[in-house]
């Protein structure tokens, strides 16, 4: 890290921003402006899966005349997920202490940052939740809301999880717990990768809460949403939670029997 890092919070460290991209020249430039306007000391890493549009070439320009913007060129479209991990991978190798997602589209609002950096002062996993009091969701077709609170509520159910929006993008990961996740085996993508990473964070036991965040739906482009995102998601969240009961009913079966004394 060099001495022109801003430090938000000296218990929380540097914070950086991973922000996948495929074809969102028209949104790039704009999502970074209002992230520096919100948090002007953060740093902002694009990973572009060599969009055909020239996102990769805006994100380089923008790097150029910025030393808060980092640019990350990837070959092919390989999936959100693989997207995020490799970010995660370039922040800790460097020593961000936070480690942020976001989508480059305007549906998550840079504005609501903040108070997930604060409440990161008392968690290790923070989700920007559309679903807790004072969160909202804004021009999103009904079809998508009913998909996003079916597979909450299914997650929920499926893994015994308290988190009303575990299916959120928008989320800041204390760096130390990132390391305990074993990002290699992260094999997911799209809508099931939150989940999996979420449950993960939960599993090790680790507090996470969240915070209301209001998501809009994207004015540019087209959503990277798809049937077989979907599909994945109830599946591996299906997986997740037999193998959750099955290890639940062999703690219980294998559990010592007390005896009453004489």
Same mark, same amino acid.
């Given at each position: 890290m060099t001495d022109q890092q801003a430090q938000p919070d000296r218990e929380l460290g540097p914070v950086l921003v991973v922000i996948p991209t495929y074809n969102e020249r028209d949104n790039i430039g704009t999502i970074v402006k209002r992230l520096h306007v919100a948090l002007p000391d953060?740093?902002?890493l694009v990973v572009d899966d060599g969009s055909p549009d020239g996102t990769g070439?805006?994100?380089d320009e923008m790097a150029a005349a910025d030393e808060r913007v980092h640019v990350m060129h990837r070959t092919e479209k390989a999936g959100l997920g693989a997207a995020y991990v490799a970010g995660f991978g370039w922040a800790l190798e460097r020593g961000y202490g936070v480690v942020v997602e976001m989508d480059a589209d305007g549906s998550h609002a840079p504005e609501? =940052?903040?108070r997930m950096l604060d409440? =990161?002062?008392?968690?290790e996993l923070v989700l920007g939740s559309r679903y807790v009091p004072g969160g909202s969701v804004v021009n999103w077709p009904v079809h998508r809301q009913l998909i996003s609170r079916v597979g909450n509520l299914y997650s929920r159910l499926a893994l015994g999880a308290r988190e009303k929006d575990i299916t959120g993008g928008f989320r800041a990961f204390?760096?130390?717990v990132l390391r305990e996740l074993n990002l290699h085996t992260v094999a997911s993508q799209g809508y099931c990768f939150q989940i999996d990473l979420a449950w993960r964070v939960i599993e090790l036991g680790h507090r996470v809460v969240e915070v209301p965040i209001t998501f809009t739906e994207r004015e540019i482009g087209q959503s990277k949403m798809s049937g077989n995102i979907v599909r994945e998601a109830l599946w591996r969240v299906t997986k997740w939670g037999a193998r959750r009961r099955l290890t639940q009913l062999r703690d219980l079966v294998s559990k010592p029997k007390t005896t009453v004394g004489s």
């Amino acid at each position: 890290m060099t001495d022109q890092q801003a430090q938000p919070d000296r218990e929380l460290g540097p914070v950086l921003v991973v922000i996948p991209t495929y074809n969102e020249r028209d949104n790039i430039g704009t999502i970074v402006k209002r992230l520096h306007v919100a948090l002007p000391d953060v740093h902002a890493l694009v990973v572009d899966d060599g969009s055909p549009d020239g996102t990769g070439d805006v994100a380089d320009e923008m790097a150029a005349a910025d030393e808060r913007v980092h640019v990350m060129h990837r070959t092919e479209k390989a999936g959100l997920g693989a997207a995020y991990v490799a970010g995660f991978g370039w922040a800790l190798e460097r020593g961000y202490g936070v480690v942020v997602e976001m989508d480059a589209d305007g549906s998550h609002a840079p504005e609501d =940052l903040p108070r997930m950096l604060d409440a =990161l002062n008392d968690a290790e996993l923070v989700l920007g939740s559309r679903y807790v009091p004072g969160g909202s969701v804004v021009n999103w077709p009904v079809h998508r809301q009913l998909i996003s609170r079916v597979g909450n509520l299914y997650s929920r159910l499926a893994l015994g999880a308290r988190e009303k929006d575990i299916t959120g993008g928008f989320r800041a990961f204390r760096a130390d717990v990132l390391r305990e996740l074993n990002l290699h085996t992260v094999a997911s993508q799209g809508y099931c990768f939150q989940i999996d990473l979420a449950w993960r964070v939960i599993e090790l036991g680790h507090r996470v809460v969240e915070v209301p965040i209001t998501f809009t739906e994207r004015e540019i482009g087209q959503s990277k949403m798809s049937g077989n995102i979907v599909r994945e998601a109830l599946w591996r969240v299906t997986k997740w939670g037999a193998r959750r009961r099955l290890t639940q009913l062999r703690d219980l079966v294998s559990k010592p029997k007390t005896t009453v004394g004489s």
